[in-house]
């Protein structure tokens, strides 16, 4: 069974990359607390909802075979690859 294509492109070196050291640390950190809930991966996505100040959804899916992403968090709404992004990121990659 082959992974799905994002599997190929979502790893840590690049969830870092994309984020930045504080937001990874912060993303990190939330991950860890177990703040990622409702994960949901299909073939070229994962998406969740994360536990911070408020309830935030988060989505990564592959277009034109680069990563893309969104949350509805005040940075995320700026196209940051935020903390949000990262916990659920990190979850993703946790679990493949």
């Known amino acids: 069974m ?5 599997a190929n492109i979502l790893h ?11 937001a990874f640390e912060r993303g990190r950190a939330y991950f860890q607390q177990g703040r990622v809930e409702e994960l949901a991966r299909r073939e070229g996505s994962v998406q969740a909802r994360v536990r ?23 940075q995320g709404q700026d196209q940051a690859f935020c903390k949000h992004a990262v916990a659920v990121a990190l979850a993703f990659v946790g679990a493949v």
Do not use: F, H, N
């Open 12 to 22: 840590q070196d690049t969830i870092r990359r994309l984020s930045g050291d504080g």
């Open 52 to 74: 911070g100040a408020e309830l935030y959804d988060v989505r990564i899916w592959m277009k034109d075979e680069k990563l893309a992403y969104a949350c509805s968090c005040p």
């Open 2 to 6: 082959s992974l799905p294509p994002i």
